[in-house]
Every structure is written in C-alpha cells, then in structure tokens.
C-alpha cells in the first residue's frame, strides 16, 4: 500500500462572512482537504468521512481536480447541503460545502 499525505488546512472567511454554528471552539475558519493526492478509487470515501465528521452549520472546502458534480449528489443524498464556488479553473476546484441538517 503507499501511502499519501493529505494536507488539511482552513480558509479564512470571505469577507462578510462569519463562524455561526454557536459552538465553543475558536477557530472561525473551514477546515480545507485537497483530495487531488488521493487515489481516485477511494477519494469520494475520504470526503464523505470528512463529511461525516463535519457538525451541521459547519463546511468543508475540497479542492478537487474538477468540477465535484457526482460526489455532490452523493452527499446530497447523506444530508442538506448548501454549494458554493470559490475557484473554477480547469484542474483545480475549490468547492465550499455546507451541511445545513
């Protein structure tokens, strides 16, 4: 098996936005996972774990190597979902995921 890092890291809030989910932690920012090093076989099963793990009212921002059309429908169908868009570009997607419920 090899083994891969994957780099996690938060974005800072676009402006006007801010941390509203009421819980006690003090970090305002969404936690970022670049699933590009992933092996494709098992990169939807790593962003719906992380997925999982994210409380509602929080996101997730993937950076995915294009648009995440499939693994959106996919959660969507685990929870209620708000999408939004920070970076199109032809190799490289940074999608804002929000677990409404």
Known sequence: MVQQDVHLHTS????????TCG???????????DVRPIPHAIRHGA???????????SSLVIIAPHNPLPLLAQLRERAPIEVGYLKEEPEEW????RRLG
Do not use: K, N, Q, W
Request: glycine share 8%; proline share 12%.
């Open 94 to 97: 940074h999608v804002r995921i």
């Open 23 to 33: 819980c006690a932690h003090d970090s305002a920012a969404d936690p970022v996972m």
């Open 12 to 19: 800072e809030p676009a402006a006007g936005e801010s941390h």
């Open 47 to 57: 962003v719906l774990g992380a997925f999982a793990a994210t409380p509602p009212g």
